[in-house]
């Protein structure tokens, strides 16, 4: 397993979950002197990255990018791949397929949480309404990500974020039913402490389907800063033969450089004690 860190780049989302808020080289600096392998990006848009740019600086580092998400998309634009008009829904698809086309560019998978959106009956949109176009939306964007050699990855998200799905063991059986090829579950430990009884279990049921783990505690905090237990966390991982990230999606607190302290410390005593 690897270590990543997450880095932002929209404005908009100032106080969101990400460590790093001061551009690309000053992320990557820090990530690199703390020994992380990888950084996690969260672009307002595909066109604010340039590919040939990020390369370099990453390169510079010594890491990798490790996912690309697409949640700038609602932040900035409300975009969700469930909206009622089918105009949204497709922009929604739009922009997503171009933060794929940089992210596989990159060698990375992108993510889709923020903008799978939600049901509500209220404006007509059943919840068996929304997980059709869901569907359709993941078979498609996932083949798009197919050409470019990576997963794509579907977030749940908690209850109060989406009423789509909560559960990862839910969505594995889902994306199994319906026979979705190329999508990868990206399991959150944020919003598993909120959802699962057992959230090394729950890794256990997505087995093979977890592309992703956003290394977070239970209050969104680095790990050992709450009450996550970590050691079974790993040993599920390990089970299931998870080889990928563990990628902080995280507060910067008590600030950016104390949280990634933090996270790599808590990273390297999980993996050394198992």
Not at 84 to 113: C, E, K, T, Y
Not at 119 to 148: C, F, K, M, P
Request: charge should be negative.
């Amino acid at each position: 397993m690897r270590s990543a860190v997450t880095l932002s780049l929209v404005p908009q989302a100032r106080g969101g979950p990400f460590v790093y808020w001061d551009g690309m080289e000053d992320a990557c600096a820090q990530a690199a002197a703390l020994g992380f392998d990888a950084v996690e990006i969260f672009p307002p848009n595909a066109a604010a990255l340039d590919v040939a740019a990020v390369r370099t600086v990453v390169m510079k580092h010594h890491l990798a990018v490790a996912a690309v998400g697409t949640g700038g998309g609602w932040v900035v634009e409300k975009l969700t791949l469930t909206h009622p008009d089918a105009a949204v829904r497709q922009r929604a698809r739009d922009f997503i397929r171009a933060i794929i086309d940089v992210a596989g560019a990159l060698g990375a998978p992108a993510i889709i949480g923020s903008m799978q959106g939600r049901w509500d009956a209220a404006i007509g949109v059943t919840r068996e309404q929304a997980l059709a176009w869901l569907a359709e939306a993941l078979a498609d964007l996932g083949a798009q990500a197919s050409r470019h050699g990576v997963p794509l990855l579907y977030e749940p998200l908690n209850r109060y974020e989406t009423n789509l799905f909560n559960r990862i063991g839910d969505t594995a059986v889902w994306l199994r039913t319906q026979s979705i090829p190329n999508v990868r579950v990206l399991a959150d430990l944020f919003h598993m402490n909120i959802e699962e009884p057992d959230s090394a279990a729950a890794l256990r049921e997505a087995g093979d389907l977890v592309g992703h783990v956003h290394f977070a505690d239970s209050n969104r905090r680095a790990i050992g800063f709450g009450q996550t237990n970590v050691a079974s966390i790993i040993a599920a991982l390990r089970a299931i033969g998870y080889q990928g990230y563990l990628s902080a999606e995280i507060f910067p607190l008590p600030d950016a450089r104390s949280a990634a302290a933090q996270t790599i410390q808590s990273f390297k005593q999980a993996l050394a004690s198992l």
